[in-house]
């Protein structure tokens, strides 16, 4: 690679691995920007600040803030240690969220962040502070029905399975949802009815999850995200773009 001399100054070797780690559209990855602090031994807010300055956009927030990123498992874990660090507000420092992350990793603790409503604060790299416009978002709720009308399949049941695979009981999914024990059974055997699978197998003293009902909760929130991209996104087109003309808040 050679590297351009500018007004008779050799780029510094933060400057050299920006332009390294830029993908084809020219634009820095919140990943890669991360990766050069590291190898450098720099402050996030230092490459952020010097891609800044060198007109390079930094895209793909890891914790799921901007750009497209691939959601992960759902853990009620993860979002409760969120909790445990989050402010009255359900927001959450940008550096408090990728310590935590150190426990598992970014992709589920943006999938936990996503699902739990949450916001988060001052990027360590300066992409964003606190929000002093408020935030507006379309809030959508699926479900699934038969022909009949039956709810079959939503968020609930999505819940409840997801926490049975998460613990390996369906006692403790029970606890955390507040529901007992026979009604989460009751959930079980109408999908089981209407899907026409087991959706759960007892072995080893613990109920997994079957390959089907693995299937509909990721296919749901699919689903589920697909159309609340989709409606914030008309949202914005609808009611904010004309920002000039009208503030919300």
């Not at 970014?106 to 739990?116: C, E, N, P």
């Not at 009815?193 to 390959?211: M, Y």
């Amino acid at each position: 690679m050679n590297i351009p001399v500018v007004n008779g100054k050799t780029p510094n070797g933060l400057e050299i691995l920006i332009e390294q780690y830029r993908d084809d559209a020219g634009k820095l990855s919140c990943s890669n920007a991360f990766k050069i602090a590291s190898k450098l031994k720099l402050k996030p807010i230092e490459v952020g600040e010097k891609a800044k300055a060198l007109g390079v956009r930094i895209t793909a927030c890891d914790l799921g803030q901007f750009g497209k990123q691939p959601m992960g498992v759902f853990r009620h874990e993860v979002l409760k240690d969120l909790e445990q660090v989050c402010d009255s507000e359900r927001r959450v420092y940008c550096g408090a969220a990728r310590e935590l992350a150190k426990k598992s990793n970014l992709k589920t603790v943006r999938t936990a962040i996503r699902r739990g409503d949450m916001d988060v604060l001052y990027c360590e790299l300066g992409c964003f502070t606190a929000k002093k416009r408020t935030r507006l978002y379309v809030k959508t709720k699926t479900w699934i029905e038969n022909q009949d009308k039956t709810r079959l399949f939503g968020k609930g049941k999505t819940e409840l399975l997801e926490l049975i695979a998460e613990y390996g009981s369906i006692e403790k999914a029970s606890e955390i949802l507040g529901m007992s024990v026979l009604r989460a059974w009751e959930h079980i055997a109408e999908l089981r009815k209407n899907l026409d699978d087991a959706l759960v197998e007892e072995g080893a003293g613990q109920i997994s999850l079957t390959p089907v009902a693995q299937e509909f909760i990721a296919n749901y929130h699919t689903l589920q995200d697909e159309i609340e991209d989709f409606a914030n996104t008309r949202f914005k087109e609808l009611f904010l773009k004309p920002r000039n003309k009208r503030e919300f808040g």
